[in-house]
Structures are given as C-alpha cells and as structure tokens.
C-alpha cells in the first residue's frame, strides 16, 4: 500500500472534522492558552497509542490467533458502519464530560483520534505489510499531521465552513470511507477464497 493511500485512508477514519463540533463543546469552557494545552497533549498521547497499535499489531493477533483475511473482512465491517454513520449521523454527541471537566486521554485521544476503527485499521495494515513498517509509520504521522492541524485550528475550519459545511464534509468523507471499507471487505473475501 503507497505511503499516501494508507495516510489518506487513517485520515478520513479519524475524521478531524466530523469531530471538530465536540473538541468545541469540550474546549469551550477553557481558555485559549489552555485549550492549546489540552490539545497539545491529547493529539501526543493518541500518536502513543497509533504507534504502539501499529507496532505491537502483529503480536497481538498472534496472540489472539486472529488471521489477516478475519481482520481484513471484520475491518471492512466495522469502517462501512463507522462510514455509514458519518452519512446519517446519529442527533447529538455523549462525551461523558461535565461541564467545564478537563479531558485527559478520553474521550479525545481516544475514541475520537485513535478509535477501535483506526486501531482495526493499523492492525491490519501492520499484518499485511510487516515489511513496510516505515512506510506505514511515515502513513500514520501524515494522517496525525493532518488531524493535528484541522484540531489545532478549530476555530478557523468553524467559521470557515459552518455548522452545515462541516456536516457536509463529514458525510463526504464518510461515502469515501464507505468505498475504501468495501474495497477492504472485498479483499479479505478474496484472500479467504484464496486459500480454500
């Protein structure tokens, strides 16, 4: 899998911009030095997690005695229903914060950044290029980056695309995903025939 392919595909499954309304709803009650802070440290600790998911990936499935084709088509699964839910998002969003309550890993590190669907992701892109560990570590810092700065920014892509913009972009990434999840199901059935 090329380098961008698989940081585009980490990318729309973080979906920076579907979260962008509640990183508003958590920050808002802090100041902008803090939130800065806040922010800072969350994308740092989810980057921990991806990392350690992608290095780690092919012993935990060893472990589990979990094949690649089972992972590749549960992993397409579970990305169409994250994909569809982009589409026809579900009214309102639990954070399981109070009011003025400071995050610490979750609900922002995870699920929102490194959630069970990336983690699925670079599981199984860790079992099926072990040998392009680089190439996919290069893949999640690009995907990171991208998430990073459109987080980082929030207020700016909240004034620049509105309430509406953002839920149009969300459903569009979502119909991308809804692709790249087929694709992945359609792989792992392929692989599974292969073998039979």
Same mark, same amino acid.
């Given at each position: 899998?090329?380098?961008?392919?698989?940081?585009?595909?980490?990318?729309?499954?973080? =979906?920076?911009?579907?979260?962008?309304?509640?990183? /508003?709803?958590?920050?808002?009650?802090?100041?902008?030095? @803090?939130?800065?802070?806040?922010?800072? @440290?969350?994308?740092? $600790?989810?980057?921990?997690? /991806?990392?350690?998911?992608? *290095? $780690?990936?092919?012993?935990?499935?060893?472990?589990?005695?979990?094949?690649?084709?089972?992972?590749?088509?549960?992993?397409?699964?579970?990305?169409?229903?994250? $994909?569809?839910?982009?589409?026809?998002?579900?009214?309102?969003?639990?954070?399981? #914060?109070?009011?003025?309550?400071?995050?610490?890993?979750?609900?922002?590190?995870?699920?929102?950044?490194?959630?069970?669907?990336?983690?699925?992701?670079?599981?199984? %892109?860790?079992?099926?290029?072990?040998?392009?560990?680089?190439?996919?570590?290069?893949?999640?810092?690009? $995907?990171?980056?991208?998430?990073?700065?459109?987080?980082?920014? *929030?207020?700016?892509?909240?004034?620049? %695309?509105?309430?509406?913009?953002?839920?149009?972009?969300?459903?569009?990434?979502?119909? #991308?995903?809804?692709?790249?999840?087929?694709?992945?199901?359609? =792989?792992?059935?392929?692989? *599974?025939?292969?073998?039979?």
């Amino acid at each position: 899998m090329e380098i961008l392919s698989a940081a585009t595909m980490l990318f729309l499954i973080m =979906d920076p911009l579907g979260n962008l309304p509640v990183v /508003l709803s958590i920050l808002k009650h802090f100041d902008k030095k @803090r939130r800065r802070i806040i922010l800072i @440290r969350e994308l740092s $600790a989810a980057l921990v997690i /991806l990392l350690l998911f992608l *290095y $780690a990936g092919k012993s935990i499935l060893g472990f589990l005695h979990v094949q690649p084709e089972t992972l590749s088509i549960s992993g397409g699964v579970i990305l169409f229903i994250i $994909a569809i839910k982009m589409i026809f998002p579900s009214a309102g969003s639990i954070t399981g #914060l109070a009011a003025g309550e400071e995050p610490f890993i979750v609900p922002m590190a995870i699920p929102m950044i490194a959630g069970p669907s990336v983690i699925a992701s670079l599981l199984l %892109l860790s079992t099926q290029y072990s040998n392009h560990m680089f190439e996919l570590s290069i893949s999640v810092l690009l $995907a990171w980056l991208g998430t990073s700065g459109i987080l980082m920014f *929030y207020g700016f892509f909240h004034k620049l %695309l509105g309430e509406r913009g953002l839920k149009a972009v969300e459903r569009l990434m979502g119909l #991308l995903l809804v692709m790249i999840s087929t694709q992945m199901l359609l =792989d792992g059935v392929k692989s *599974y025939m292969d073998l039979q």
